[in-house]
């Protein structure tokens, strides 16, 4: 993480092992990765982000979204 004035910036990274069922079977591995920023201006923020899992819920496959929003204090 790291913020500067009226920017911030961080970055997370996270792995998950889930056993097998038998002493046989082998385990599974999910791997998530995400940047998030954001920018205020008084009362104004501009916020996103950009999210990548690989095998998720411990199954084949890949998920990916980005989001950005805006917001308004009054």
């Known amino acids: 993480s790291f913020s500067q004035g009226d920017w911030?910036?961080?970055?997370?990274?996270?792995e998950e092992?889930?056993?097998?069922n038998s002493?046989?079977?082998?385990?599974k591995t999910t791997t998530m990765e995400a940047l998030n920023f954001s920018y205020t201006m008084g009362a104004m923020a501009i916020k996103?982000?950009?999210f990548e899992t690989s095998n998720p819920e411990f199954t084949t496959g890949k998920f990916?979204?980005?989001?950005?929003a805006v917001s308004f204090a009054f």
């Open 64 to 68: 990916e979204a980005t989001e950005i």
């Open 23 to 27: 002493d046989t079977a082998a385990g």
């Open 48 to 50: 996103g982000g950009l």
């Open 17 to 20: 092992t889930k056993k097998g």
């Open 8 to 14: 911030a910036i961080s970055w997370v990274e996270n």
